[in-house]
């Protein structure tokens, strides 16, 4: 019922920019809170940043604090991440999800529908 696809992944040199976005099926975003998520070679997943269903609050993790912008369009059912001065440790699977309540988007165990994630390569 609920698919959530990211795309804009790829490979790029450190200090380079990207925007990955996120799209959901039908209604899927109304009301809901969004967080991207990451996950390197070796590493679990990590959370990066979240967004509440009107944009009013926004999350991030300190290593991307002041380098990545969450944003989302509800209209069209889109979520989007500015990742700018990109650094090879942020290579990673980057996947976004969907958080029932406002409270839990800050834990991974607060999403219950999850995309199949797109690939970010930093080179140095």
């Known amino acids: 019922q609920v698919q959530l696809v990211e795309s804009g992944g790829g490979l790029v040199q450190a200090g380079d920019s990207l925007r990955l976005s996120c799209a959901a099926s039908?209604?899927?975003?109304?009301?809901?809170?969004v967080g991207w998520f990451r996950q390197g070679p070796g590493k679990e997943r990590e959370f990066v940043s979240a967004?509440?269903?009107?944009?009013?609050?926004?999350d991030y993790v300190d290593s991307v604090k002041g380098r990545f912008t969450i944003s989302r369009d509800n209209a069209k059912n889109n979520v989007y991440l500015q990742m700018n001065s990109l650094k090879p440790e942020d290579t990673a699977v980057y996947y976004c999800?969907?958080?029932?309540?406002?409270?839990?988007?800050?834990?991974?165990?607060?999403?219950?529908?999850w995309g199949r994630g797109t690939q970010v390569t930093v080179s140095s």
């Open positions: 039908g209604r899927a975003f109304s009301s809901y809170a």
């Open positions: 967004i509440t269903w009107n944009g009013g609050s926004t």
């Open positions: 999800a969907r958080a029932p309540t406002a409270r839990g988007r800050l834990r991974r165990d607060g999403y219950d529908y």
